[in-house]
T-cell receptor, first 112, second 107 residues
Framework: DTAVSQTPKYLVTQMGNDKSIKCEQN?????MYWYKQDSKKFLKIMFS???????INETVPNRFSPKSPDKAHLNLHINSLELGDSAVYFC???????????FGSGTRLTVV | KNEVEQSPQNLTAQEGEFITINCSYS?????LHWLQQHPGGGIVSLFM???GKKKHGRLIATINIQEKHSSLHITASHPRDSAVYIC?????????FGTGTRLQVFP
């Protein structure tokens, strides 16, 4: 019974392609996030959504577009993939402000 | 200077040792989180603190809001504690992550 599930777990694709990563949470949390972990293992927020509304958009290229059809889902679509997009992308959810975060298992994206 | 500084960056211990990981931050926070990332890559939330001290099993986390400092302690460390531990102050709307402390505990 996975609380925050991401698919796919691994994604290998060529430069220039468009890809999507899906995230679903069954915790009833109001807020969902996308984080990027680079090759040096440093985590940084990309987006957050609260009840389907965009709250944070952290200087992410326009090629990245999050979509939240409902508060249980937050998908990440990436256009025109570049080598520098290779990273692990984590989805997470929380019931702010007084609750902890639950993370998905991550999606390792490799752009070749 | 980074908004979140963790020390040490790497830590090696023998099984049974007492471990301390430190975190200093410069931003205003509503809470501070300690996260654990295992070699397999998954991230688990260990603690959320806004004041004082919390204990869960062999793990203890403390925070001093005035000094903008938090510590994570592991008592009687075990090889299964080997992981990266990440301090993440919650800056109202978002987490700001430290660079992590890589802990290896040897039998």
């Amino acid at each position: 019974d996975t609380a925050v599930s991401q698919t796919p777990k691994y994604l290998v694709t060529q430069m220039g392609n468009d890809k999507s990563i899906k995230c679903e949470q069954n915790l009833g949390h109001d807020t969902m996030y996308w984080y990027k972990q680079d090759s040096k293992k440093f985590l940084k927020i990309m987006f957050s959504y609260n009840n389907k509304e965009l709250i944070i958009n952290e200087t992410v290229p326009n090629r990245f577009s999050p979509k939240s059809p409902d508060k249980a889902h937050l998908n990440l679509h990436i256009n025109s993939l570049e080598l520098g997009d290779s990273a692990v992308y984590f989805c997470a959810s929380s019931n702010r402000p007084n609750y902890g975060y639950t993370f998905g298992s991550g999606t390792r994206l490799t752009v070749v | 200077k980074n908004e979140v500084e963790q020390s040490p960056q790497n830590l090696t211990a023998q099984e049974g040792e007492f471990i301390t990981i430190n975190c200093s931050y410069s931003v205003g926070i509503s809470a501070l989180h300690w996260l654990q990332q295992h070699p397999g890559g998954g991230i688990v939330s260990l603690f959320m603190l806004s004041s004082g001290k919390k204990k869960h099993g062999r793990l203890i986390a403390t925070i001093n809001i005035q000094e903008k400092h938090s510590s994570l302690h592991i008592t009687a460390s075990h090889p299964r504690d080997s992981a990266v531990y990440i301090c993440a102050p919650d800056n109202t709307d978002k987490l700001i992550f430290g660079t992590g402390t890589r802990l290896q505990v040897f039998p």
